[in-house]
């Protein structure tokens, strides 16, 4: 069934004493599980393992209260009493033949120990890298001894967990290894600072521990970013490179990256597939054990390609595994165009930022495997099957036909409009967003091979039309609309004076309008909306002035690793940036706005205004249906349900979530449905 074109990409490889079933390899990813939630974390990866994925890894493991990332949830192995949660990891892993793998960390200034109010270590002096008022002690020849002991005692729980690889970290810019290898965090004047040389000592010795300690039947994986893009970062062209060439052949894997965070992790507004190759290319030649990467890769082809030229050895990812575990088995199956593709909106990294279970706008099972039983690629039998309506066909309308019809029911999808998508046919338009239409995409195409969905399109639905459709049950999701009175976060009454001037919604211009030039954009919504219409708009010659009532620029971003990136795109568009301000009154000829710390305010002139701010559910046909529950008995419809945007309007991974859920839940008996978590034992005293 495979195509034997990608034949290569199923080829074992071995890495030290372990062998790999095939060259897809789940690299370590954060998942705001780990230690809090070892059950989730363990069924989760274990579902990555079921698809395919011939190796599958951990997120950031601790491996002592001395540097604890808190309230980040990560892994941890700090004593021996954190060996059976992730034995229970290996156990789902090893269950369908992968190998799993551990990351070792000690995170050094990175990590201000908030937890375990130790202080923390790094190579010299220094503050932390967050804004905790807590500064890092250099460390003694003492330290890093006990670093090493600590690492490598570490490293023997892995083994007895049952890993298979086990990983000296140092990447990123958060680990300790990393740390001692860059000039600017390492300011030692002994054996491990000054010459480059002195600076890989400690990463050269904790590779030789724990090959010493478990290499007889674990492989020692080295995980290294070899440029930070920075002034006075490493290069792939300089000390990057010498690094590799100087350890090329002392673990059994190199696993290559870039640093910081946010240059490993790009989102697609800013990289497309493969961005790292430029990084990796050449490495290869200079050591003969195998080497792994990332670059969001999604095509096989793409895949098949970095085989063939020697760039690497083995297909790392972690974005597009979390949008499709099965991503490996429906390369196999001869199934490539059923792959969710990632799309590169970083949602799934806003897990470990908000310390919560990660979520993926293409994979809505994702998170959800053990505490809810969700799999990403079955769903039971409908026990109720009768026929079902869907009206709406944005992502989370699409979404929810998709699992209505493969739990075999007779589904009608119906849009008012010709083009299906909703809100994300509109938005993949604008500037960066455009691989976000793989949400469309990927449904529609499993929508094809769905013999019971009919798709209707540009059919307008009245009260009286869906009553007349003999659906027993009706999903509507209708969308929002965004508002144009200001109301919001900031604003909790409409803006005073409005009707003084031209005033705009995201709505208006992605349906082709422009503003009137200057015009004020008030972005009150915080994610990327606002930046995005700023960059369009400046294409079109119109000049924009971004007031927001936060500190910076689309804030939430933060939580995706693109807010630095966004703010200094729109300051090399030359956008007036105007943050810590919010809207007071319209006038004719601009707008009065307030310092939100002072009050104080200020005119600032405007020929129009576009109010990013809220949106406003559209709920008038889920109202006429509702407010009749007779007529409803009378046409044989038991579920009435909103579904999306217009049970509340958020995120597109929000809406697709939604839609997923009522499709699986609609029909479960009362009572059964329960979300699994994770209870403390009470130690006894």
């Known amino acids: ?38 059950s989730a974390m363990a069924r989760m990866r274990g579902i990555k393992a079921e698809g395919g994925w011939g190796v599958v890894c951990t997120e950031e493991c601790e491996i002592s209260p001395l540097s604890e990332f808190s309230p980040y949830i990560e892994a941890r192995l700090w004593d021996e009493r954190d060996i059976p949660a992730l034995a229970r990891m290996c156990e789902a892993v090893h269950r369908h033949g992968s190998l799993a793998g551990v990351e070792l960390a000690f995170n050094g200034y990175s990590a201000p120990n908030r937890y375990s109010r130790e202080i923390p270590w790094a190579p010299s002096n220094t503050p932390v890298r967050s804004y905790d008022p807590v500064q890092a002690r250099a460390m003694s020849r003492a330290d890093i001894q006990q670093l090493r002991a600590l690492h490598r005692a570490a490293a023997l729980r892995a083994r007895e967990a049952g890993f298979d690889i086990i990983y000296v970290y140092a990447g990123h810019d958060l680990s300790i290894p990393f740390h001692f290898l860059t000039p600017r965090n390492n300011r030692r004047t002994d054996e491990y600072g000054g010459v480059l040389e002195n600076r890989v000592r400690l990463l050269r010795e904790l590779i030789e521990d724990t090959r010493d300690a478990v290499g007889d039947r674990c492989a020692v994986a080295v995980r290294l970013a070899v440029d930070e893009q920075t002034a006075d970062g490493l290069s792939r062209e300089g000390e990057g490179a010498d690094i590799f060439s100087m350890l090329a052949d002392l673990p059994d894997l190199w696993d290559v990256n870039v640093a910081d965070w946010s240059n490993d992790s790009v989102t697609a507004r800013f990289a497309g597939e493969g961005y790292q190759e430029a990084f990796l290319l050449g490495l290869k030649a200079l050591t003969r054990k195998p080497v792994v990467g990332v670059g969001r890769f999604t095509s096989p082809d793409t895949m098949v390609s970095l085989v063939r030229r020697g760039v690497l050895d083995l297909i790392g990812a972690a974005r597009p595994s979390i949008a499709d575990p099965f991503l490996p088995n429906k390369i196999d199956q001869g199934r490539a165009e059923e792959i969710r593709e990632c799309i590169g909106c970083n949602v799934c990294v806003s897990g470990d930022h908000t310390s919560t279970p990660l979520r993926c706008t293409q994979n809505p099972t994702m998170g959800e495997e053990w505490r809810r039983g969700w799999h990403p690629e079955s769903v039971e039998h409908a026990h109720r099957p009768g026929r079902a309506l869907v009206v709406g066909a944005g992502p989370a309308g699409l979404e929810c036909a998709r699992i209505l019809g493969t739990r075999g029911m007779d589904v009608a999808l119906v849009d008012s409009l010709r083009t299906l998508g909703g809100r994300v046919a509109l938005e993949a338009r604008l500037p960066g967003l455009a691989s976000w239409a793989r949400v469309i995409d990927y449904r529609l195409d499993a929508l094809s091979r769905l013999p019971s969905v009919e798709i209707y399109r540009e059919s307008h639905l009245q009260a009286e039309d869906v009553l007349d459709f003999a659906a027993e049950h009706v999903f509507i999701a209708t969308g929002s609309q965004w508002r144009r009175d200001g109301l919001g976060r900031a604003l909790r009454q409409a803006l005073p004076g409005l009707e003084c001037l031209p005033v705009l919604t995201p709505d208006d211009l992605m349906a082709g309008v422009l503003p009137a030039s200057p015009v004020l954009l008030f972005d009150d919504d915080h994610y990327y909306m606002g930046s995005v219409l700023a960059e369009h708009l400046v294409a079109r010659g119109v000049e924009v002035i971004f007031v927001t009532p936060a500190a910076d620029v689309a804030a939430w971003t933060h939580n995706t690793l693109e807010q630095h990136r966004i703010q200094r795109r729109l300051m090399e568009l030359n956008v007036t940036l105007l943050p810590s301000h919010t809207l007071v009154r319209a006038m004719p000829e601009g707008m009065m706005t307030g310092c939100v710390y002072t009050g104080r305010t200020r005119f600032i002139g405007a020929a129009s205004v576009l109010l990013v701010t809220s949106r406003a559910p559209e709920q008038a046909l889920y109202q006429a249906l509702n407010n009749t529950p007779e007529r409803l008995q009378a046409a044989g419809i038991s579920t009435l349900a909103l579904i999306g945007d217009c049970v509340a309007p958020g995120t597109i991974a929000a809406a697709v979530y939604s839609g997923h859920r009522i499709a699986r839940e609609f029909d479960a008996p009362a009572g059964s449905l329960t979300v699994k978590r994770e209870i403390p034992l009470i130690e006894v005293q």
Do not use: K, S, W
Not at 9 to 15: A, G, R, S, T
């Open 1 to 38: 069934m495979r195509d034997p074109r990608y034949d290569i990409l199923f080829e074992p490889v071995q890495i030290g004493p372990v062998r790999t079933r095939n060259r897809f390899y789940q690299v370590p990813h954060c998942n705001g599980m780990g230690h809090v939630h070892p």
